[in-house]
């Protein structure tokens, strides 16, 4: 059979319309841009694409991607969206309203389709570049997380699709779109990147940000510092090296929402490093973060029983927070925990009545606008007082063979009150109580040929006080199972 050329190539990328994860976690647990991991061989032909681990590449470019289709039953749950990113409610929220079936897409890792290179430019230094654009399988569309709230706006709470929001906002580099450099003396990339805290999410959750069994990577609070819209950055800057067993990066997040940015201005560090323990390997890191002007999409409205209106809200906030994650390795076993603290506060350049901005998703907003376009920005959800935010979780992963791994984690979220009191005898009829979120999943992933692997799982989510302010129902249960094919 003959050659696969660069433009055969480029066909059957577009025809699977899919790509790899926004990272790849390496030997030491950091995570790094997936353009500079090793390759395998170049594909032959069309058979050698199909059946073996062949990449799509020539001269230093590759095409690469994943397609990740499934099908999820809910305890309680809304129909499938396909503008927002994870498609359907596996976690439980305010609109999971009764027990349903739909297609899981995503379930397991994000669709996507990405090309990325790496091109010597003098001994030891490289020219890197990714661009890479997430989409769901069954609408082909590009995931658009803020609209797909903006689309429920005016719906009863009980009539609502499943919608969530995310920084993915139906840009065609909705995952990365990056260039830079790479020397001995570090990895320097620019433009649209993955924020310091999801590349950690991305190499420290067990269930590696999976939608349908971790509640990290469905609603997306933790890898952006306290919003799930900040966990990638389209204007920023972004640094790492390694120095023998430690690590070091910074992150500078510059621009506003005019350059398709959820923040004003965000700014991490992260130190980390390996250390060999028990025979195995610990790996540790800390990130700190700050952002101002973070935003948050969603719907506001009525109290239950659940009526019109639904009003679409930006909640405005600085956002400042503290990471620490870890990971052991032993043999087939890896053992996971991570905690972060994040407090919300009110936001530095409040917007004054009658005044907005377009946010990512290309919705205009603006304050007390309710009765012209059905908007609203909140600016002072904390002025009352700061509201503080605890995320714990901790898993296992053990390899059984090569290909076919069994992993089990927990998640934890805390929220104590804040704000102006009120009274909690019965907290979940205020948001700003004290509340919870428990959930816990467990998956198998078996690899059964070279570019193609199965997967079964389920997440049970519960949510209680304040965190369960407006929702239909308080708990759900969500099995999944799904395919994906990776090239």
Known sequence: ???????????????????????????????????????????????????????????????????????????????????????????????????????????????????????????????????????????????????????????????????????????????????????????????????????????????????????????????????TETCRHSTALKYRVDIDQFRVAALWQFGGYELNNAATGTYQLQVGGDINLAGGKLSLDAIGSYAQNAVAMGLAGNTLPAVLPQVLTATLSDNSALMLVGKYTRGPWQLFGGYEFIRYAPPSNPFAPGTGFIDIGGDFVCTGCTTINNTNINNTAFSAGDKLFHVVWTGVKYAVTDDLHVVGAYYYNDQPAFGAPVNCTNPTAFANCHGTLNAASVAVDWQFAKKYDAYAGVMWSQVSGGLANGFLNRASVAPTVGLRFRF
């Open 1 to 227: 059979m003959r050659k696969l050329t660069m433009a055969a190539a480029m066909i059957l990328a577009g025809c699977g319309e899919a790509s790899a994860d926004d990272a790849m976690v390496t030997k030491t647990g950091s995570a790094v841009p997936a353009t500079i991991s090793s390759q395998p061989a170049a594909c032959g032909s069309i058979e050698d694409f199909f059946l073996t681990s062949c990449a799509l590449t020539s001269s230093g470019i590759t095409v690469y991607g994943i397609v990740d289709t499934g099908v999820s039953w809910r305890s309680h749950g809304a129909p499938f969206s396909g503008t927002s990113a994870p498609g359907v409610d596996y976690l439980v929220q305010k609109y999971s309203n009764r027990p349903r079936w739909d297609v899981g897409p995503n379930g397991l890792s994000q669709s996507n389709i990405g090309i990325k290179g790496k091109e010597p430019i003098a001994p030891g230094w490289d020219f890197i570049f990714d661009l890479q654009a997430g989409f769901d399988p069954y609408s082909l569309r590009f995931p658009n997380g803020p609209h797909s709230a903006a689309q429920n706006a005016g719906i009863p709470l009980t009539s609502q699709d499943s919608y969530a929001d995310s920084s993915r906002a139906g840009q065609f580099y909705n995952s990365v779109g990056y260039a830079g450099v790479s020397s001995p003396y570090g990895t320097l990339t620019l433009f649209r990147q993955n924020a310091l805290t999801l590349d950690a999410v991305f190499a420290y959750d067990p269930m590696g940000a999976s939608y349908a069994f971790s509640p990290l990577g469905w609603q997306g609070l933790t890898c952006g510092a306290g919003n």
